[in-house]
Every structure is written in C-alpha cells, then in structure tokens.
C-alpha cells in the first residue's frame, strides 16, 4: 500500500491491524498525529492548535491557513482561484481528519509489533518538524523500515512526483519483483 499525510496514516492503520494484506507499505510524510502525544507533546500541541483554529475560521481563511502550514505563508494564495475554491470546500474534512488521527490509541510499540513486512518511509527536507519527527519516530521503530529524506516539502509526491516516484519504484522492484 502507499499513501501520503492522511492516506499514509490510514496506510499504517490498516497495515497494523491487518497485517496479512500487507507485502509493504510505502509512506511519505505518515501524519500518525497520536504517536506525538508522549515522544513529542510539543509538536502534539502545535497540531492541535492548528485543528482548532481550523474549526474558527471561514472555509477560505481555514483552507488558508492549512495550506500554507504544509507550504509556507502565502503558499494558498499563489494558487489559481479554482483551486482555492476547491479547497475551502474540502476543508471542513481535515478537522475531522485531525480528530480521527489523534484519537487513534496504538503506539509506536504496536506498529512495531503488529507491521513485520517491508516498509519504505519518506519524508521531505522543507517538510514541518511533526511530519518529519514522525517518519523518523517510525522509521526507528519498525523492524523492516526504511527510511529516505528527499528535497521537497511535504506536498513532495504532488510537487515532486518524477522524484517521489522513481524512489518508490526503486523499493517496489527492490522488495516486490
């Protein structure tokens, strides 16, 4: 399975709690919230914060302020006016997002545990210091991980995707050929 922020999260959930489906699991940038809450309250608090002022705001001014905290300030409004639409209609799911990522009880022992498949983990240079501490929290953890840092933001597999891709396939061919 591979997945990015939210979806490399649920990757690792489901990795986790059904490890039998699993040949390897391939995440950049997993957003396992929950896992910061006693390695890295600091950073657990930041994310929280975030949620909160997400549910304050109006959509455009939340999606705003979520965008540029993955991309830098001033990142949303350098994006085309369709797309800043589309994203203020979306945004009220990331708070529940937020919510379900936090909420998640198992700790990185379990992930330990339960993932014993390869696991490839990603995370960008210019990334927030939560996603980055979590890759390497995990990529610490788990029995088979991987881990590579790349020259991109968090958003790499969308802004970077030749770069992104060609490291998954290179692990794709590695472990699955």
Known sequence: MV???FGGALALHL???KPEL???VLVFEPVAFHLLKTDAPDLYQQVQQLSLQL???QPEDAAALFIDYWQGDGYFNTLPEVMRQKLARQ???VSADFEALSGEAATL????RSIQCPVLLLSGDHSQ???KRLALMLAEALPQAEFRKLKTGHMGPVTHTDLVN???LEFIQRHLA
């Open 3 to 5: 997945g990015h922020s």
């Open 15 to 17: 990795a986790r709690t």
């Open 22 to 24: 699993f040949k390897a």
């Open 55 to 57: 549910k304050k705001l």
């Open 91 to 93: 945004v009220g799911k």
């Open 109 to 112: 022992v379990d992930y330990a």
């Open 129 to 131: 210091l939560s996603a």
């Open 166 to 168: 060609a490291v998954l």
